[in-house]
């Protein structure tokens, strides 16, 4: 479907070249050399080559290579073809054997390219070649392709060829022989062109160095069509029509030329010849609509025999197109429109994809399969769902027409010779189907001889998800004709002399045309203005409906019809006359009568639009709080002067006087700026009441704005008088208007400049307004509006706080290690399953259990993350350390799941033969799951630091090293031993005593990592007094732990200061790690979890879509909208 919407779109006159297409257009000037009528070019990396490190990509291309050769001991006939492929490669010097052992392969910049064979029965040189795959991945997950720069396009498109190649009475064909090959690689580059080949299974594997440019590198079509470009720059003034050709006529390695006249296309030709030998290149397959122009061409080189020429039924492929040489004539083809019971989606879109019309030539007929399209898309239709009823009807119908299409056959050729006047005419139309234009050429030749003839067109669809005007659409056609007039006129311009008119059947569009933006709405103007800056030179006039071939691209033309159709072919009968005259045939419309003007059609004179006076209309006039209501209704300036405007409309025309000039349409500037006066006189009568009393009764004034020698100006406006009275600036910035501080319209002021301004800071603003505004206490009113602007407060948004919470009950109360643990995941590590060669390897997971009271840390190694392998981790830990009988943990999946399954863990637990005291406990107590608020890794500060530990020793032990899992779960647990020997307080305050408590003081009454001690295995010792001395030891941990690290956990490291309790109702940003600030959803407060101290730490938030999560506070930020 992409090369059909590609061949759709308007080709672009000028496109910008990325930052990486300039570096590779650089590197090829900087290395490109010509020497012995040979390129030689550098591969356009993005890094040095010394620099890059691929990894090894010698195994992937050798299995690569098993697997062809299992594919050619199934078809020998296919090796034979292929090996005769990579023969004539050698034979040709465009490769050589090359020994392995000479490359340093440990460095990485080394590559070998995977091939495969792919297939041309069209070919006769070559129906199977090699083609090699650089997008392979080596070892470091990098390829080939990575590292090249995609160059600029460099030649001209399909569309501009084939419009150049209608205007010519001869044209001469020809194919560039293994036009990448001809250029050479420079040879430090050729250590990432290496294939791997052998003639037998049975034969050593060897490698093939590549020593041109290749196919399959993203870089190849560049080095290789700016290598024509190149010769054509260098050799212009000596070949100047080759050079022509081969910068404006060449497509990849087919060659598209033409002259008027023989004698010109015989040098056309030897000139090619002579500047593509100067490069190296040789030309073959050569065919032309004139056989004498092939005459010293020998047979063997020709696309067509003679006999094959003289037949009307041989057609060739030219730029995708069929044409007839014999007759001249292109023909438009489709695929085969054999009718079948069903169809689905996929088949119809596959079946339209296949069109292929560059030009638009049977464009209608394509309108009609777009429009089908769009309605399959729009049943939301399944990729494999049959259609329904209707949509099959239509379809089937549309194919069955397609018969017809086999019929139609356009003329390659509109005759330019002995032209005297050449014209390009372009028609737009739209209907409530799609829009679309055509361009024909008409010449005048120095017969007087007419000739009109289509010579390209383009359509669109209309979008069903707008709802568009018919004179909206007529625009977009316009819009349409003039991208397509400005294209095919530049391509045209580089021949002939064109003269370009373009027609509307839209009487408001070409209305419009004459219009200047600023009048217009946003939608029009915008299209207007383009239109005008495509189209300066060219004239615009009316065509009547009935003369309009663009008509036919908007509703569509069956085939059957098409073919006849002689005012799509040929154009209105009217431009066959000779004295044809392109005069303009419409009156522009009245502006006032046009639709999508901004401002209505009022009169600005005295009688009929008096200027409101805002002394006449006032707050006295009316309830005075219905005006103070009124202007703290609205968050939006522009919206309450608008609405105001309106109340004042109202009473203007309800006056008896006025019933002859009421106002009507749309708002004018002058109403909306009398609508801002009247509420900004309302706000200072509210603010600054005893000011304008104190100057009605000329007093003076003793509030804080006496050093602004305050006025009341002709409308009874409060502004500053100052002392710039006698300076040349307007009389807006020398006498401000006064606003209050604490006044609603002064935010909503600030707020309009703020985004006007596009959020700029406070100086900006304060710069702006004063141009108009006096606001008392500028700074700190502009500071607390631009406080609460949302996107500004996104982009510096501060987690709320709380004052850390006390240590729950679980981390300071004495009870045995592993009673109560916090768990969590960690990793991933990768592990391989065996010691062999390129084992499997796989992931694998830690996963940490930490004791609340003792920090004491047991480590299991999982093999990934799922429910059933974290029960086993839990079924280890129970089996090596007893049962906890509380586990703390994050609200992940595979936790949620061992929760559910716990009744079924307790059943094991009833059948597991342990002493009897242990299955009494076992029977007695259950194990509580306590999940943390989500995304909340501050309530899970403990384990989180214990991975955190765990990390720091593998990261440091292993490094990149890949284990197999036995030497994993040994490391593990050996950092299991390290941790669980930490200090985490000193046995006695003595300075001589270096003892200290660990947490294997719980667990085996010393460190785990202290040394053997003598053995005392034969002293006599009396049970008893064993048993007391190992309970009094305990006893002594527990007695240190009680008086040294529980007194350590007292203070709070941070959050020390008490914050006000988030309430329910408040807006919040919800902090994501993987979005930017801007992209933060917006959630409510639905529910607060204080804990036991009264302090909020956890809440519940109701997003915009829906959803509904758990966190806490240090994952949300309050919005400013809340502190009203």
């Known amino acids: 479907m992409s090369n059909f919407w590609e061949c759709e779109k308007v080709p672009v006159l000028y496109t910008e070249s990325t930052s990486e297409q300039q570096l590779a257009e650089q590197i090829f000037q900087d290395s490109v050399k010509l020497e012995n009528n040979r390129f030689s070019v550098a591969l356009p990396l993005k890094q040095n080559l010394d620099l890059i490190n691929l990894g090894d990509s010698l195994h992937s291309a050798l299995l690569r290579l098993y697997n062809l050769e299992k594919r050619f001991s199934k078809d020998p ?155 054509a ?25 033409g002259s008027n006249q023989l004698i010109e296309l015989e040098q056309i030709k030897k000139e090619l010849i002579e500047l593509l030998g100067l490069g190296g290149f040789s030309l073959h397959k050569w065919c032309s609509n004139h056989l004498d122009i092939l005459s010293d061409i020998p047979i063997e080189s020709h696309s067509l025999n003679d006999k094959d020429f003289d037949k009307n039924n041989t057609y060739i492929k030219t730029l995708g197109l069929s044409y007839n040489l014999s007759s001249d004539m292109f023909r438009l083809t489709c695929p085969d429109s054999q009718v079948q019971q069903s169809y689905t989606k996929r088949q119809v879109l596959s079946f339209i994809s296949k069109f292929f019309d560059p030009l638009g030539l049977v464009g209608p007929i394509l309108t009609q399969a777009k429009v089908l399209m769009q309605q399959i898309w729009f049943h939301n239709l399944k990729w494999d769902e049959v259609l329904p009823a209707d949509l099959h009807q239509q379809w089937v119908e549309f194919v069955q027409s397609l018969i017809k299409m086999h019929c139609i056959s356009v003329p390659r050729n509109i005759n330019t010779l002995n032209a005297i006047s ?73 021949k002939y002399e064109i003269k370009t008119f373009l027609y509307s059947d839209s009487q408001i569009v070409l209305s419009w045309l ?58 209105p009968t009217c431009l066959m006359d000779i004295n044809y005259n392109h005069c303009k045939k419409y009156v522009s419309n009245d502006v006032n009568n046009l639709p999508e003007i901004k401002m209505s059609n009022m009169c600005d004179n005295e009688n009929h639009s008096p200027v409101m006076e805002v002394s006449n209309v006032c707050a006295t006039q009316l309830n005075e709080s219905l005006f103070i209501n009124l202007l703290n209704k609205y968050s939006n300036i522009d919206k309450l002067t608008r609405v105001m405007a309106y109340i004042l409309r109202f009473s203007h025309n309800c006056k008896i006087q006025n019933k002859d000039c009421k106002l009507k349409g749309s708002l004018t500037p002058k109403e909306l700026m009398s609508a801002l006066h009247v509420i900004l006189k309302i706000d200072q009568e509210r603010y600054f009441h005893s000011e304008i009393n104190c100057l009605h009764s000329k007093r003076p004034i003793k509030s804080n704005i006496a050093n602004l ?40 002021i600030i707020l309009k400049e703020h985004l006007r301004l596009l959020h700029a800071g406070q100086k900006l603003i304060l710069s702006s307004l004063s141009e108009k505004y006096w606001i008392v206490n500028a700074t700190r009113v502009i500071k607390s509006v631009l406080y609460k602007c949302v996107t500004c407060f996104r982009l510096k948004a501060k987690n709320a706080t709380q004052l850390m919470g006390s240590l729950p009950l679980d981390r300071v109360k004495m009870t045995r290690p592993f009673q109560i643990v916090g768990t969590d995941y960690g990793g991933p590590f990768y592990v391989k399953q065996s010691r062999v060669r390129k084992p499997v390897i796989t992931k694998a997971y830690i996963v940490i259990f930490i004791c609340f009271v003792t920090k004491a840390i047991h480590i299991e190694l999982a093999s990934d993350m799922t429910t059933n392998t974290f029960l086993a981790c839990l079924k280890r830990l129970i089996a090596r350390r007893n049962k906890p009988s509380k586990i703390y943990c994050d609200n992940a999946a595979y936790y949620k799941g061992a929760n559910n399954v716990m009744k079924e863990l307790y059943e094991m637990f009833n059948t597991t033969a342990h002493h009897n005291s242990v299955m009494d406990y076992a029977n007695s107590e259950r194990i509580s799951f306590n999940f943390i608020p989500s995304y ?36 593990v647990v050996q950092i299991e ?144 909208i809340n502190d009203d």
């Open 77 to 231: 006939s296919l090796f034979e073809k292929y090996k005769e492929f990579i023969d004539k490669y050698l034979e040709n010097g465009h490769g050589k054997y090359f020994d392995i052992s000479k490359y340093d392969l440990s460095k990485g910049n080394v590559y070998f390219l995977p091939h495969h064979p792919v297939f041309n029965n069209n070919s006769k040189t070559t129906p199977v070649r090699a083609v090699f795959d650089a997008s392979m991945n080596a070892k470091n997950n990098i390829s080939l392709n990575d590292l090249l720069l995609n160059g600029p396009t460099v030649q001209k498109e399909l569309f501009d060829i084939l419009i150049l190649l209608r205007t010519y009475k001869y044209v001469l064909l020809c194919d560039i022989k293994s036009m990448y090959r001809q250029v050479l690689i420079e040879n430090k580059f050729c250590c990432l062109q290496n294939i791997l080949w052998r003639e037998s299974p049975h034969d050593p594997v060897r490698c093939i160095q590549l020593q041109t440019v290749t196919y399959g590198l993203k870089s190849s079509s560049f080095l290789a069509t700016r290598c024509l470009v190149e010769l």
């Open 233 to 257: 720059q260098r050799y212009k003034d000596q070949y100047p029509l080759a050079s022509f050709v081969l910068l404006n006529s060449s497509y990849v390695d087919d060659l598209q030329c």
């Open 422 to 494: 050449i014209e390009l005419i372009g028609y737009a139309d739209a209907s409530n189907k799609a829009y679309g234009c055509c361009l024909y050429l008409r010449v005048i030749d120095t017969f007087n001889t007419v000739k009109v003839m289509l010579l390209c067109s383009k359509s669109r669809i209309n979008p069903r998800n707008k709802c568009l005007t018919t004179p909206r659409l007529e625009l977009n056609s316009a819009l349409l004709l003039s991208m397509l007039a400005r294209k095919v006129h530049s391509t045209l311009s580089l």
């Open 514 to 571: 004459d219009v200047e933006p600023a009048k217009l709405g946003v939608y029009v103007a915008n299209r207007v203005e383009k239109i005008r800056q495509l189209t300066t030179d060219f004239q615009w006039n009316y065509v009547p409906t009935n003369e309009n071939p663009a008509d036919c691209l908007s509703r569509g033309v069956k085939p059957c019809s098409l073919q006849n159709n002689v005012l799509w072919w040929n154009g």
């Open 709 to 748: 020698s305050a006025f009341l100006d002709s409308q009874g406006l409060l502004r500053v008088g100052g002392r710039l009275q006698n300076a040349e600036l307007p009389f807006s910035k020398k006498h401000p208007i006064i606003l209050a501080k604490d006044s609603n319209i002064t935010k909503l």
């Open 936 to 971: 909340s890794p501050v309530f899970a500060g403990l384990w989180e630091a214990g991975i955190k530990s765990i990390k720091h020793h593998m990261k440091r032990v292993i490094g990149n090293t890949v284990l197999t899992y036995e030497e994993m779960y040994t490391v």
């Open 977 to 1120: 031993s390290i941790l669980n020997s930490r200090p985490i307080t000193p046995m006695t305050r003595d300075f001589d005593d270096m003892s200290y408590l660990t947490p294997g003081h719980f667990l085996t009454g010393s460190p785990l990592t202290t040394y053997p001690e003598i053995n005392l295995a034969d002293e006599p010792i009396g049970r008893l007094s064993f048993w007391k001395q190992c309970t009094k030891m305990q006893q002594c941990f527990w007695k240190q732990w009680h008086k040294q690290y529980l007194v350590m956990l007292q203070s709070r490291p941070k959050w020390k200061h008490e914050s006000a309790n988030i309430k329910i109702g408040t807006m919040v940003l919800l902090k994501d790690d993987n979005a930017s600030p801007l992209n933060w959803p917006v959630g409510r407060v639905l529910n607060v979890m204080p804990g036991k101290d009264g302090k909020v730490r956890a809440l519940e938030i109701k997003t915009a879509k829906g959803s509904i999560i758990r966190t806490s506070i240090m994952k949300i930020c309050v919005l400013p």
